[in-house]
């Protein structure tokens, strides 16, 4: 479903200064180091997970624990089989290993179905025969905002200017700004609600006076 800011204005001359505006949709991401993968809602993802092997290694030595934050179990595997008594009930069901790859050094996690809860710090870690291994990958859940479309309805007393986009997530800070480049954002009265799954809803009344 396609996300929807829209203005409302009694003021003509607010309202052509903003069918010469620009709406910009700025999105925050939070600032981490390590490797980062970008995911929209509810799309999968595989996570890469890559450690120190040898032909010689036999697969029953092998560990890989992924975790999410500091404690949160995300899937486990040892002695050749998947752990997931402890596994975060946020990841049932959505999570595995590609089975033919551990051998190849690679225990790259595939989940399904991402989430906005998703979105965070994920630590692949375990120990084969060549020892412990640990790696670090960020999380972003997020889907860009398409180019916003301009409608525009007149009623007695006031006109509406609706800007609609697809999918966007997580929610933007939006701002209008005018010809000259000012930023009118303060002289409007914006509201968003981001349903799950990335749908912006917004409303954006002008409080100018006509
Ligand atoms: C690891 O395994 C995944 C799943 O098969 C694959 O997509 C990825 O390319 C592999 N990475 C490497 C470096 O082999
Ligand atoms: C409007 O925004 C400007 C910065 O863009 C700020 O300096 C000003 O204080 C704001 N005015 C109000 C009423 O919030
Ligand atoms: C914004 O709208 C809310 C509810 O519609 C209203 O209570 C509030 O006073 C408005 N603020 C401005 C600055 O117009």
């Not at 404690?71 to 069901?93: F, I, N």
């Not at 590609?98 to 998703?118: F, K």
């Not at 180019?147 to 009623?155: A, F, G, M, S």
């Not at 701002?175 to 349903?195: C, F, P, R, V, Y």
Request: with cysteine; charged share 20%; proline share 5%.
């Amino acid at each position: 479903m396609p996300g929807r800011i829209s203005i409302i204005t009694r003021n003509l001359i607010f309202a052509l200064h903003l069918l010469f505006s620009t709406l910009i949709l700025r999105v925050e991401q939070p600032v981490s180091q390590g490797v980062r993968v970008v995911a929209a809602p509810g799309s999968d993802i595989t996570l890469g997970c890559f450690f120190p092997h040898s032909e010689n290694d036999v697969l029953y030595n092998l560990i890989v624990v992924w975790r999410r934050g500091d404690t949160e179990m995300v899937h486990s595997y040892k002695q050749q089989e998947d752990k997931l008594e402890k596994q975060s009930a946020a990841y049932r069901g959505r999570t595995r290993l590609y089975p033919d790859q551990l051998a190849a050094g690679n225990a790259s996690l595939r989940l399904t179905g991402v989430q906005a809860s998703d979105h965070g710090e994920y630590t692949c870690a375990g120990a084969n025969e060549q020892g412990p291994f640990q790696m670090e990958i960020v999380l972003l859940v997020a889907a860009p905002y398409e180019e916003p479309q301009l409608d525009i309805q007149t009623t007695c007393d006031s006109i509406v200017l609706t800007f609609r986009s697809a999918l966007g997530f997580p929610e933007p800070t939006v701002l209008w700004k005018i010809e000259t480049g000012s930023d009118i954002t303060n002289q409007s009265n914006t509201t968003l609600d981001l349903k799950d799954g990335g749908t912006l809803r917004g409303a954006e009344q002008d409080g100018a006076e006509a």
